[in-house]
């Protein structure tokens, strides 16, 4: 007898697990559903890329031969879930089919909506591990094992040594693991990025680019112009588009902010990664064999670190302390998000040069790189106190790479530190650094180097009101903050009720 398959929207690989023995008798069952597409407000570049790329593959499917049954997006469909979906497969088919076959999904509410079937459907329900990522959520529990604290960098290490990645024989190549010191090099002044690869839209994307304006035109985000990957070959044309055009520069600036210049020298493919299109493993051959060919170490290492620890090491927190993991506030931050973050008129509501260029990025291409995303926007989440279930919700709609299972993790913890099994400190600056490693300053409402009044900058004085507000906690009882709290410590009362007055007073403003 034939199975039944479900692929989702972010498991678009031909070697997905659940497809790798897929036959003509089967049938795979793929759909673009309501749920999915407003169970937050995704940004509308992130519905269009997932649809359009579903309806690319689907037809890949069918081109080797298997048997595709592909709902297309339709607002007053019954069919509105995944359970839905199995429903009328079942259903149409009659007797066809020995077994639900499924691969390990990428969030806990559909991992449990799987798990019911189980017991509701008469069909025995088969969950493959996902082979697309260098370790399972078990091995990950085993690695974790009774640790108090989940260090990336001893994970990294240990998924260098099991893997040989980067590796001579039992020692690293080039004598150390990590290149991180030569990872922070601020913008220069004359940098000059190369233009990012644009695709143009095909008759399938275009078609889906009406679609998502019609029926989610009103979400946070600008549709079109539309240049994301929608296939294989233009997600594999990002790829070696970065190894040729934007390596050898991505190690030194990967963590530097250039106003106008929304992509730097990163790489554009964590779309591509996270749905599917592109694997983990070839994207670390294709680094290793840059390395070979004279790319520089720290880029080759960089940027594996993000690929093999890193991204391994969110997802296995993110399953380790799933379920309650959305749930956690570690610092009882309450406050509500701001209005100007969903804004469209970003230029009149905040006066924060950094802040406006990061967000009216992300409004425009659904995308910003790691530092804007945990140094800018993250950064005032923090100090600002925001509640990290409205934080959580804002990354996770927004960013077209964002899935919970990459999102969660980096807002709880290391973003907002909510919870602090993992970061070891809540990362927290200044504006100090942001003028450190952007251009933003220069053209601010607010003056970087005034710590406090009315033209200094924001950052500034809610940096200190953080660590006022927590001292309890953190002073004496964190290594890491020692120094912060050493300088603080010397603050005379006048300087303290500065901080706080001033601090107040723009937290009061912000809604």
């Known amino acids: ?45 992130k ?65 449990k909506e799987f798990k019911r079937w189980q017991d509701d459907l008469e069909l025995p329900v088969e ?51 990590n290149f991180d010191k030569q990872n922070r090099e601020p913008p220069k002044q004359k940098l000059n990025p190369p233009k990012a690869y644009e695709p143009r839209p095909d008759e399938i994307t275009l078609e889906v680019l009406d679609l998502v304006e019609t029926h989610f035109g009103s979400h946070f985000g600008d549709l079109r112009p539309f240049h994301l990957g929608v296939n294989r070959r233009e997600a594999l044309e990002f790829l070696n588009r970065f190894i040729e055009e934007r390596f050898e520069h991505f190690g030194a600036y990967q963590d530097a902010m250039m106003a106008g210049e929304p992509f730097m020298y990163h ?30 170490i720290n880029s080759v290492e960089g940027f594996i670190r993000q ?57 425009e291409h659904a995308y910003a790189h790691h530092i804007q995303r945990l140094m800018v926007i993250g950064n005032f989440c923090l100090l600002a106190g925001i ?18 299972w990459v999102e969660l993790p980096n807002v709880v913890g290391m973003i907002l530190y909510a919870d602090d099994s993992f970061a070891t400190k809540p990362y927290a600056a200044s504006g100090a650094y942001i003028n450190r490693m952007s251009n933003y300053c220069k053209d601010c409402h607010y003056t970087v180097s005034h710590k406090n009044g009315d033209s200094a900058c924001p950052f500034n004085y809610l940096y200190w009101n953080f660590f006022l507000r927590h001292q309890e906690r953190f002073d004496g009882n964190n290594p890491r903050l020692n120094r912060t709290y050493a300088t603080l410590n010397r603050f005379d009362d006048k300087k303290i009720q500065l901080i706080q007055s001033d601090a107040q007073n723009f937290l009061d403003q912000l809604n």
């Open 307 to 363: 690929i093999l620890g890193w991204r391994e090491f969110v997802r296995g927190v993110y399953w380790l302390k799933s379920p309650e993991y959305d749930s956690k506030n570690l610092l009882n931050h309450q406050r509500a998000l701001p209005s100007f973050f969903w804004s469209e008129s970003l230029e009149t509501d905040t006066h924060m040069a950094c802040l406006r260029e990061s967000i009216s990025q992300t409004r």
């Open 387 to 404: 509640n990290p279930r409205e934080v959580q919700e804002w990354y996770l709609a927004v960013y077209a790479d964002a899935f919970e």
């Open 47 to 111: 519905i269009a890329l997932i649809f359009s790329a579903m309806r690319h593959f689907a037809i890949e499917l069918r081109e080797r031969g298997l048997s595709v049954d592909y709902h297309e997006y339709d607002p007053d469909a019954t069919v509105t879930s995944f359970t839905d979906l199995i429903q009328q497969s079942l259903a149409q088919n009659p007797n066809r089919f020995s077994k639900i076959l499924l691969t390990f999904p990428g969030e806990v509410r559909v991992l």
């Open 267 to 296: 790489s554009l493919i964590s779309f591509y990664l996270n749905i599917g299109l592109l694997s983990a493993r070839e994207v670390v051959e294709k680094a290793e064999a840059a390395f070979e060919a004279g790319a520089p």
């Open 1 to 45: 007898m034939a199975n039944l398959l479900l692929v989702l929207g972010d498991q678009l690989s031909a070697d997905l697990a659940s497809l790798k023995h897929a036959t003509a008798d089967d049938l795979i069952v793929m759909g673009e559903l309501k749920t999915e597409a407003t169970y937050v407000r995704h940004h509308p570049k």
């Open 127 to 177: 969950i493959l591990d996902d082979t697309r990522f260098f370790v399972t959520p078990k091995a990950f529990k085993e690695w974790a094992g009774d640790k108090t604290q989940l260090t990336m960098e001893h994970f990294y290490r240990w998924q260098r040594q099991t893997t040989g990645v980067l590796m001579a024989g039992e020692e690293p190549v080039g004598g150390q693991y």
